[in-house]
């Protein structure tokens, strides 16, 4: 069954034909009209309310099919998800950093929707799956002691927003201690007063400019201005330096488990989370920031950029799969080349997936473009072939993780 689904057009999406989303959406549907100025950042499909996905050609939300014929979800969705999808699948398009956040543990996320239910309409958890479509720049996780000294032995602006006793604190510290004074260091710097931030990154840019070009890469100048550029003052702009700069290639994946600091700025990714809208914002952002519950929840575990890879299994010839270690979803990637048919893998729960590259023939002779988005009930298997001699075909499908 195809999907209408909800394009979301957040200020940080790439504008008009510069974002995959407009271009699937044409594809998909020839009388969409790609708008140039406006942008196309999130294309959602699922049932979440924000952005509800509607059968297409019928006036039905997916919801509502769902909840009048369960049977199609598979009975652990029934048994165990109250007959709801749990997941939500993503496509984004990232032109600029969107906010620097982490999401809540389920048990947080009931907390916070209890204690401020206008600010956390969500009480669910949000981990989330991100797999680049194109090279994909992200800020994810605290990084390995060594480097953060590194950064503050020669950024003194970066010492003095976070105040030179904690900064001592620091290089005085055993090993055994260094995350209690980086979480206080943290705290230090998300908390500072706005004019002390913007005085002293007014102060590194301008330095920074002066530099050659050697000292100006080994000190992340690029990012830095870029950063600054889109959020003059704003005290994310100095996270560059305690967190992994991560790019991610064509394929690759990273997973974020709840409470670990992230924030995407530039590419085009499949994203696939929890059936969740819960995100607690603290810098790169003009929305609301909550740096008081960031700093409580937030993981200070530090790790290099390496270990934010996440591998998928090769489960035949066209299909790998991402596994999180949660129940909630998987994702599977099914290449197939030009020319060719695929059956596809029987999943237990229903399913939904999007055609990223190619267009496809289903069984039944229907043809889907690129851009299609589908809806499949659990153990349903459909015969895919590939309509181009030359292209090779990508979905991605998302289903629950049992
Ligand atoms: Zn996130």
Redesign the pocket.
Known sequence: MELNCSIQNYEWGRKGSDSIIANLMKSSNPDFIINESLPYAELWMGTHPNGPSLLKGKNIFLEEYVRDNNHVLGKVLIDKYNGKIPFLLKVESVRKALSI?V?PSKEQAEMLHQSSPNIYKDDNH?P?LAVALSKFETLCGFRPISEIKNYLRSIPELCFVIGHNEISHMFSSSESNFLDILKNCFINLMSQETEIVAEQLKKLIKRLSDLDETTRQSLKADLLERLYSDYPDDVGCFCIYLFNHVTLQPGEAMY?AANEP?AYLSGDCIECMSCSDN?VRAGLTPKLKDVETLISILSYTCEPASAKLFKPIKEDECTQIFKPPVQDFAVAKIVIPPRKSYDLIPRSTASIMIVISGNIEISDSQIFNKGSALFLSAEESISIKTTSCSEPVMIFQAFANV
């Open positions: 956040q999401h949000k989330e974020i992230h995100v």
